[in-house]
């Protein structure tokens, strides 16, 4: 249904109260030839900034782009605040050093960097927390476990970067992750 049903979607999460929307971008990757996608994806966010200007917008990749095809999308959006970046393409130390550095220096400055949903390289995500990279943490809530969660909060705590446990798949991530913050914090 195109754009018009992205906008009733978000009219739909916004009447509900939400004030910050989450938009999959990535659509050359799996839907449309790269450029068309990327067109699209830029399209869809500059519409719903305009149509929802008192919302904050996150945007999620899905492993889908590359270091400088996430800059082409941000280029082609500027102008437009994002609340986060979620894992626009496969972690690699060298890959997300780019885009921090380009976001620094273009107006992104602000807008946070997550990873670790899924291709969770560990050692590469610790040292990309501790040098100030990642702000954001999304192991899955499940997949990861309690246990090893409260192992891990202080760690990223240290750091300062936040945890989003992972909560996609079941109603009852969402309770999981509720009673992880109310346990742990952060």
């Given at each position: 249904?195109?754009?018009?049903?992205?906008?009733k979607n978000?009219a739909?999460?916004?009447?509900?109260?939400?004030?910050?929307?989450?938009?999959?971008?990535?659509r050359?990757?799996?839907?449309?030839p790269?450029?068309?996608?990327?067109?699209r994806?830029?399209?869809?966010?500059?519409?719903?900034?305009?149509?929802?200007?008192?919302?904050?917008?996150?945007?999620?990749?899905?492993?889908?782009f590359?270091?400088?095809?996430?800059i082409?999308?941000?280029?082609?959006?500027?102008?437009?605040?994002?609340?986060?970046?979620?894992?626009?393409?496969?972690e690699?130390?060298?890959?997300w050093?780019?885009v921090?550095?380009?976001?620094?220096?273009n107006g992104y400055?602000?807008?946070l960097?997550a990873?670790?949903?899924q291709?969770?390289?560990?050692?590469?995500?610790?040292?990309?927390?501790?040098?100030?990279?990642?702000?954001?943490?999304?192991?899955?809530?499940i997949?990861?476990?309690?246990?090893?969660?409260?192992?891990l909060m202080?760690?990223?705590?240290?750091?300062?970067?936040?945890?989003?446990p992972?909560?996609?798949?079941?109603?009852?991530?969402t309770?999981?992750?509720?009673?992880?913050l109310?346990?742990?914090?952060?």
């Amino acid at each position: 249904a195109g754009i018009e049903q992205v906008l009733k979607n978000c009219a739909a999460d916004r009447d509900l109260g939400y004030r910050q929307l989450k938009v999959k971008i990535g659509r050359g990757n799996r839907w449309m030839p790269k450029e068309d996608g990327l067109k699209r994806d830029i399209e869809v966010v500059r519409e719903i900034a305009k149509a929802f200007p008192d919302c904050e917008l996150l945007v999620d990749g899905n492993d889908g782009f590359t270091p400088q095809s996430i800059i082409a999308f941000l280029r082609g959006i500027e102008g437009i605040p994002l609340f986060w970046i979620e894992e626009p393409f496969v972690e690699t130390d060298a890959a997300w050093r780019e885009v921090r550095a380009w976001t620094q220096a273009n107006g992104y400055s602000k807008t946070l960097l997550a990873d670790g949903e899924q291709h969770n390289d560990i050692p590469v995500l610790e040292k990309l927390e501790a040098d100030g990279i990642l702000n954001v943490r999304l192991l899955d809530i499940i997949g990861h476990g309690f246990t090893r969660w409260r192992e891990l909060m202080p760690r990223l705590e240290k750091t300062g970067t936040l945890a989003s446990p992972h909560a996609w798949g079941s109603g009852l991530k969402t309770v999981y992750a509720a009673h992880l913050l109310a346990g742990l914090g952060n």
